[in-house]
């Protein structure tokens, strides 16, 4: 059983760029959910994907958007990067109706 | 609104002392508890969780946690620590109605004295 991956494992942008990073869920899964964890905080939920729809936003400007594909893999987009979403991007994945995620490593992004 | 408070930032134990770390949430109803644990570099790792029934939760490298409704704590002990388990450990909050949305607090750093 393969678990959550993430890619790339770490990524370097300026200011104004745009980013997409990706997660591949744990066989099995059908939700991904996405989180934002800056230096010595906890992570900050951003939303979720179930059946390629949005289910459940956190407090996320939408320049962070995502999408869910058929394989249930997703995809985190930032647009118009700041400095401040430097951080440690996790993704999570589970079953509907479960009441377990499994995290990934995450990707750390760098915005300069 | 939903929130997750752990009070100490950083904590050091001995090796094979025993272990304490404090979390209090704030929430209209009973939700979902957590506790993670994130070693350096790496995702989150769930130690244990709660959602009804015992109010005494075993979870897995020896931890366990109490609910306790009437202080709204859901405290994370174990009785011998190892150096391994040096860490950080979250503390986490979800809804009854989705237990995907995950609510953090900003966890405790755990350092173990040799």
């Known amino acids: 059983e393969t678990g959550v991956t993430q890619s790339p494992t770490h990524l370097i942008k300026t200011r104004g760029q745009q980013v997409t990073l990706r997660c591949s869920s744990q066989?099995?899964?059908?939700?991904v959910s996405w989180y934002q964890q800056a230096l010595g905080q906890g992570p900050q939920f951003i939303f979720q994907?179930?059946?390629?729809?949005?289910?459940g936003r956190g407090n996320f400007p939408p320049r962070f958007s995502g999408l869910q594909f058929p394989n249930y893999s997703s995809e985190l987009n930032v647009n118009a990067l700041e400095l401040d979403d430097s951080a440690l991007y996790l993704c999570?994945?589970?079953?509907?109706?479960?009441?377990?995620?499994?995290f990934g490593p995450g990707t750390r992004l760098t915005v300069l | 609104a939903q929130s997750v408070t752990q009070p100490d930032i950083h904590i050091t134990v001995s090796e094979g002392a025993s272990l304490e770390l404090r979390c209090n949430y704030s929430?209209?109803?009973?939700?979902?508890l957590f506790w993670y644990v994130q070693s350096p570099g790496q995702g989150l790792q769930l130690l244990l969780k709660?959602?009804?029934?015992?109010?005494l939760v075993q979870g897995i490298k020896g931890f366990e946690a109490e609910f306790k409704r009437s202080q709204s704590s859901f405290n994370l002990r174990k009785p011998s620590v190892h150096w391994s388990d040096a860490a950080e450990y979250f503390c986490?909050?979800?809804?009854?109605?989705?237990?995907?949305?995950?609510?953090f607090g900003s966890g405790t750093r755990l350092s173990i004295r040799p």
């Open positions: 999570a994945s589970s079953f509907a109706g479960d009441n377990e995620q499994f």
């Open positions: 709660y959602f009804s029934g015992d109010t």
């Open positions: 929430y209209g109803a009973t939700p979902y």
């Open positions: 986490a909050v979800a809804p009854y109605s989705s237990a995907s949305k995950i609510i």
């Open positions: 066989s099995g899964h059908n939700t």
């Open positions: 994907y179930y059946r390629e729809e949005e289910n």
